[in-house]
């Protein structure tokens, strides 16, 4: 149960860091609370978390594949190395070029919130190499074991900690809007140094795998 809990926090953490940023999923989840509803907006919501769980389940997937075959486990961790270097680089440049008034947003109708939450999801192809990336450091550390409850739980925690991010969007965005640079600056910073981190554990994993 122990472990259970330490992957839930953990995962919901990545996918509320990552999800902080303004973007088009959570600018949009504002747009549509403050144009038709807050309501509305936490349906939209609602259809982002529910893609973004059925990636994270896709991305478990992938890293349970690979990994049921001894002979790709090297090659798993260098995956994970190089998506670790790319989301470092990637929020670090992000960090530098934030443009917060520039932020697409898509025109929506209440009936089809849900609908078109979970296609603007599907849109952002970082979702599955990330959460792979995740769920191979997790594995490694010992808090997901590719079992039922494992799985259900690391899948509910990246749709929930999306789904808090949108939430705070929906009813306070008005609030957070006058600090919007500086809150998506910090935190992309903040996730650059997370990803650096996550990769200096697999560099250290990988030379104790070809020296152990």
Not at 191 to 202: G, H, N, Q
């Amino acid at each position: 149960m122990t472990h259970l809990l330490i992957l839930f926090f953990v995962t919901f953490s990545a996918a509320f860091m990552a999800t902080v940023p303004p973007g088009l999923l959570n600018m949009n989840a504002a747009k549509t609370s403050v144009e038709k509803s807050k309501n509305n907006g936490i349906i939209f919501s609602l259809g982002v978390s529910t893609m973004i769980m059925m990636q994270a389940y896709i991305a478990v997937l992938i890293s349970k594949y690979l990994f049921n075959n001894p002979e790709v486990i090297d090659l798993l961790m260098k995956i994970a190395l190089g998506i670790f270097a790319f989301f470092a680089i990637y929020f670090f440049v992000m960090a530098k070029k934030i443009k917060p008034n520039k932020i697409r947003i898509v025109k929506m109708s209440k009936k089809n919130s849900f609908f078109k939450g979970m296609l603007l999801a599907a849109l952002n192809l970082l979702t599955i190499p990330y959460y792979s990336g995740l769920n191979v450091m997790w594995n490694a550390s010992g808090w997901i074991k590719f079992q039922i409850w494992d799985i259900a739980t690391f899948i509910l925690a990246a749709g929930s900690g999306t789904f808090t991010v949108l939430y705070l969007y929906t009813f306070y965005f008005n609030k957070l809007e006058l600090k919007t640079k500086n809150f998506s600056k910090n935190s992309n910073y903040v996730l650059s140094v997370l990803m650096v981190l996550l990769l200096i554990i697999t560099v250290i994993r990988l030379f104790y795998r070809d020296h152990g």
